[in-house]
């Protein structure tokens, strides 16, 4: 037996209900691995999962966390053998797969990716999947030729746990970081994860009057989207490309199509549920070469499981700040 957060949905008011119960391990779902969970941590993803709605849980009772470091117990898979550090994230864990706000976890050894060496499995969720995704959109950004000699990157949703990773990680590689905020009392983290300049999201929040504005942005990680991104496009220079990553502003894109045509820009899609192995493991490499440590310890917000309930209503809300790093042992 060991503890685990989970949710259960009352079949006549539809309403759920979280709790920090026992479940057995014969209870888990059928996977190659098994794996000793470490940490987890908290995405707005897991908000929904939790949520009183269900959000996006195919079955209950259900384990949330869409993410886990840990270390292997028990393997089918010859690539992993007892003991190995892991890291886990994407494949629809923890929405229509048991996930990680569980002492244990069963899952298929293709999700996994071996830890890099040197990185703690606490590191490995201080990063997690807003981390690997902020690193997937910088990247891509890269991939399609920016350079820090192009000019400043603009980072919007900069105090999220996405924002917060890209905005430390492309300051570290040399890049003037603009970074977006909807909260004037984060200015001084955002500052200590080396942004240079703070911009309030009203300034980008404004109904846009032209489709072409002064060309200011190299590239763009946006962790909104809606109206907000359809400004943003507007902004940038020339050939120049925005990493979609988020949809907090909404999944509608009022936006002319006017920047793609006389400016070049390119829109990239940047999803880290399905992405190959050799994808992921090409970033957590990267995170573990270029994430700044003593920025990273900035970021993180410890919590056990009995904070969850909490912590996924307030990530809904707009409330958590950085990451929150869930020791499921604590």
């Known amino acids: 037996m060991f503890k685990a957060l989970v949710v259960e949905k009352d079949p006549s008011s539809g309403e759920t209900r979280a709790r920090v119960d026992t479940i057995d391990e014969g209870d888990l779902p059928d996977g190659d691995v098994t794996v000793v969970v470490e940490f987890s941590t908290v995405n707005y993803k897991d908000g929904l999962c939790i949520g009183p709605g269900g959000g996006l849980v195919r079955s209950y009772p259900h384990v949330p966390g869409i993410d886990f470091a840990g270390r292997v117990e028990r393997s089918e898979d010859p690539r992993y053998a007892p003991g190995d550090p892991v890291v886990l994230t ?165 936006a002319s199509v006017i920047p793609f045509l006389l400016r070049g820009i390119n829109l990239l899609g940047i999803d880290s549920v399905l992405q190959p192995f050799e994808a992921r493991q090409r970033a957590w490499q990267r995170i573990a070469r270029d994430m700044p440590m003593d920025k990273l310890d900035a970021m993180v917000q410890p919590a056990t499981l009995s904070d969850l309930p909490r912590l996924g209503r307030e990530i809904l809300q707009g409330k958590v700040r950085g990451r929150v790093v869930v020791d499921v042992n604590g």
């Open 90 to 254: 994407g494949w629809r864990v923890g929405e229509a797969h048991w996930g990680g706000y569980a002492q244990k976890a069963r899952v298929k050894a293709d999700w996994l990716v071996p830890l890099p060496a040197g990185f703690t499995t606490r590191q490995a969720m201080a990063v997690g999947t807003a981390g690997l995704t902020a690193t997937l959109a910088i990247i891509a950004l890269e991939d399609h030729g920016l350079t820090p000699a192009n000019g400043p990157v603009l980072v919007t949703g900069a105090a999220g746990g996405v924002g917060s990773v890209a905005t430390a990680m492309l300051a570290k590689a040399g890049y003037e970081v603009a970074a977006v905020t909807g909260r004037p009392d984060q200015a001084d983290y955002l500052k200590q994860l080396g942004a240079k300049r703070i911009i309030p999201r009203s300034e980008l929040a404004e109904t846009i009057k032209r489709p072409l504005e002064s060309e200011t942005w190299a590239g763009c990680v946006d962790a909104v989207g809606g109206s907000m991104l359809a400004r943003v496009l507007g902004q940038m220079k020339y050939g120049a490309s925005v990493a979609a990553v988020g949809l907090a502003g909404g999944s509608d894109l009022p």
